[in-house]
């Protein structure tokens, strides 16, 4: 697509990054989950400790996807690794190469970070996305599987003897 930019985001993309937010849990199926706001996501994204990093597609100025993204580390590679939290485009703008362009950028910045892996997780019914991914390289691990504690839960987790 000509025109486009990817860049980091700046404080003052939160609101803008927070729609998009809400785009991807819509068109997911989950927008009853998105209880938080863009005010968070400032603070997370630029305040101190920062958590997470975040990047913009843009097109005519317009903002039409982004990626959202984290360290965490391999104890097997002795390296960082980055974490995609959400890779979204906006459905209108889908199927011109900005899915690709984000997920691109998001690897340099893997790349000049060294870090080891690059991972990411995909909804099982989403075949579409999986099929983009493998056809990007990536490779969709069948023997893994997602173990998650929700806020309500860590305290109870946190307290066990």
């Given amino acids: 697509m000509t025109n486009l ?16 937010i809400q785009g991807l849990a819509k068109y997911e199926k989950l927008s009853d989950a998105v209880i938080g706001n863009a005010e968070a996501l400032k603070d997370h994204l630029f305040g101190s400790p920062k958590y997470v990093d975040a990047i913009l ?26 974490y995609l939290e959400d ?20 690897a340099q910045i893997a790349l000049e970070r060294d870090c080891g892996r690059l991972e990411w997780s995909v909804l099982d019914w989403n075949v579409s996305a999986q099929a983009f991914y493998r056809n990007m390289g990536a490779d969709i691990l069948d023997d893994w599987r997602i173990c998650r504690v929700t806020e309500k839960g860590i305290s109870g987790l946190a307290n066990q003897k």
């Fill in 5 to 20: 930019i990817i860049r980091f985001a700046q404080p003052s993309d939160a609101h803008t990054l927070f729609a998009l």
């Fill in 57 to 82: 597609a843009e097109s005519q100025g317009q903002a039409v996807g982004f990626a959202i993204f984290f360290h965490n580390y391999s104890t097997f590679l002795t390296k960082p690794g980055l």
């Fill in 87 to 106: 890779i979204f485009v906006s459905p209108e703008y889908r199927r011109q190469g900005i899915g690709k362009a984000l997920l691109a950028k998001v």
